[in-house]
């Protein structure tokens, strides 16, 4: 599968597009520099370039489906996170439907379903977050999306723990590297197509914990 | 009409209260603080509080119509963009929702349909500004969405100019009370419904200027 990855030389980026060559996918790392273009290379990507706020309508081309991981991070100011995390997800989200290109697992963020239940420092980052995983779910896209709970550089462990309902926000902190494998899971797992995924550090190998209950 | 108006302290809201009150509606103005209780009453308005980012839930108890007109304004930070303009339009708009208020008037911004295509500095306004809209259109709520140009504070001239397609950006700034006489009307004219409307300065009667064009 052809996978393009928004954000690819970020924390969850980076693992994820080594993962997607590793399970014998092609994926594409989409960045803002020529200068990662080296890193997505050596971990058996096809380097794009892509600007979220500029040019970025060919950096798709090709993708059966598109991964969304970029954020504006948290050296930046909140018109950033408006910016990359909100209007950049938009504009990837489009270009998908105008593309047709079907297939989108969005990395959102734990607390991302009550943003005002969580502390108050985090609460405009996941109002962006949200609004992002709503506009997904307006399209007919086939979406899958991650709700991660706090990360770790952790190596990866191959075991997660997950909730698809409201069952509370708690978990141990995951890996980012188990973030990355969940998501190529998901996206060789049809059934997790639809689903709003909350994940946490866990016990339960990856490719049986995604699979939603009856 | 009881007409819940959202931000009822601000430049906008002020007028709105009043020329509410003047046309023989019954405005309830929705603010933060009590100290500003006595501006609503001497504009004719019926005072209410109602925290966006708190305790909000029976502001709009009794409304027939509800209009957002809240914003952060220039000396918050983009944080309180996130919070207010973007998050308190969607709490707002989901107590319509939840309530069974069917008419909503938002007022969003000029330039809002291309966010991108702005000065980048009010750029992060506007992706949330349009993310409320969308938000807002997602619903079934009958609503209008009134894009104004640049607001100024002179006298109301009862008179507008309107583009209701992509017919460039263009036009003069307009009187915020010109905004508030327009939200006025469109709340009287059922046509305006699902309609969105960008609003400049002009010399077209309110009342004629926004009936959409067949």
Known sequence: MNVAVIGANGGIGRELVQRLADAGHDPIGVVRDEAQFETIRERGGEPRLGDLEGEF???????????????????????????????????????????????????????????????EAIRPY????????DYLRSTGLEATIVRPT?????????????AFEHRGEDGDDIPRADVAQTVVACLETAATTGETIRLFGGETPIEQAIIPDE
């Open 57 to 119: 309508a060919t950096a798709l081309e090709g993708a059966d489906a598109v991964v969304f991981t970029a954020g504006a991070g948290g050296d930046t100011g909140w018109d950033k996170t408006l910016m990359i995390d909100l209007w950049g997800a938009r504009r990837t989200i489009d270009a998908c439907v105008e593309q047709g290109i079907d297939r989108f697992v969005m990395i959102s963020s734990i607390q991302a379903s009550n943003p005002l239940a969580a502390p």
């Open 126 to 133: 996941l109002v962006a977050k949200r609004s992002a995983d």
């Open 150 to 162: 706090a990360l770790t550089d952790d190596e990866g462990t191959g075991q997660i723990s997950v």
